[in-house]
């Protein structure tokens, strides 16, 4: 038996590609960092899939959304260290040096579902793994001749006995915030490497959902921190005059753990359990390094 572990998008896409027997995925909802939330009738990813050369999705089913790069800028000279300071470099979603343009995904929820589609998925994620089977949290045993992990490396390693400590990641929570439709903000992109601000990255879509303005406010926590209270990134965004919030008509929230990536693994797989995608090899890919690698893995 196949096992796939993890259905986001290198999950899903490896499963097909692999005719994978069975999926396992710890969350209620699939997606990865991309799962989405419903509002007002659309389905809305909790992290914006962000592209920097969309001709290379072209073939694969995803649809695109172009902006004109409108940035404003606080303390930028910070902005890197303030996310990650650990990272070689930050990846491309939070890398707007790349391209004069925004390109978002449009249709990265039905693209998900799409490939779920005809895969046994079930909700439930691996506690003790040995050569030959793995135990999960509902009790349940699989014997497998393969595993295919695309989720956390991090839990993965800890399963199997190796050294793990190299391994380290910065998490996110991220607000999806709809206010009534604002006039006059010369910016799409909000960039701020001020320490004083809770947020660092802010993403404003004015053509997704008629009448509103869509904000999408990331805020990276270390590890070792304490979570970061939704309250006072309100506070700062009405501070900044970015956001007023008697104008909010629907937000969303979501804690994501591990959100940027860095370290190495100490130890070697065994060679029926393969690593891939994001989490899986542990490094920051885009959504085209996700799909190239599940291709390869």
């Known amino acids: 038996m196949i096992i796939t572990i993890g259905a986001g998008i290198a999950g899903l896409l ?28 659309v389905d809305l990813p909790y992290v914006l899939p962000i592209i920097n050369d ?61 490939l779920s589609k005809n895969l046994r998925i079930v909700k439930e994620y691996p506690i003790r793994i040995d050569d030959k089977k793995i135990i999960t949290n509902k009790g349940n045993v699989y ?6 992990n695309t989720g956390s490396l991090k839990k993965m390693s800890k399963l199997l006995g190796l050294d793990n400590s190299n391994l380290k ?30 947020f660092s990255v802010i993403i ?29 990134i309100m506070l700062d965004l009405k501070r900044r005059q970015i956001i007023s919030l008697n104008e909010i008509v629907a937000f969303r929230s979501k804690l994501i753990s591990e959100a940027l990536l860095f370290g ?21 890919y885009d959504v085209i390094e996700t799909i190239s690698r599940t291709q390869n893995c």
Request: charged share 25%; with cysteine; glycine share 6%.
């Open 264 to 284: 190495e693994i100490n130890g070697k797989m065994p060679q029926n359990i393969i690593n891939c995608g994001r989490l899986g090899e542990w490094k920051n």
């Open 143 to 148: 014997k497998y001749t393969k595993i295919y």
């Open 14 to 41: 490896l499963s097909r590609r692999v005719n994978a027997d069975l999926v396992l995925e710890e969350q209620p909802i699939i997606g990865g960092v991309f799962a989405s939330d419903n509002v007002f009738g």
């Open 169 to 198: 990641h910065k998490s996110v929570l991220t607000l999806i915030i709809l206010t009534r439709k604002e006039y006059g903000k010369n910016w799409n992109v909000y960039l701020s490497g001020d320490t004083a601000d809770s």
């Open 204 to 232: 404003r879509l004015d053509n997704i959902i008629k009448d509103l303005d869509l904000y999408y406010v990331y805020s990276f926590i270390d590890a070792n921190q304490k979570n970061i209270d939704i309250d006072r």
């Open 54 to 114: 969309p001709m290379k999705i072209m073939n694969v089913g995803l649809n695109y959304i172009e902006y004109d790069l409108k940035i404003s800028y606080r303390k930028y000279e910070y902005f890197k260290d303030k996310i990650c300071k650990f990272c070689d470099k930050l990846p491309t979603w939070l890398n707007f040096d790349l391209t004069r343009k925004l390109y978002i995904i449009q249709n990265m929820p039905y693209f998900l579902a799409t």
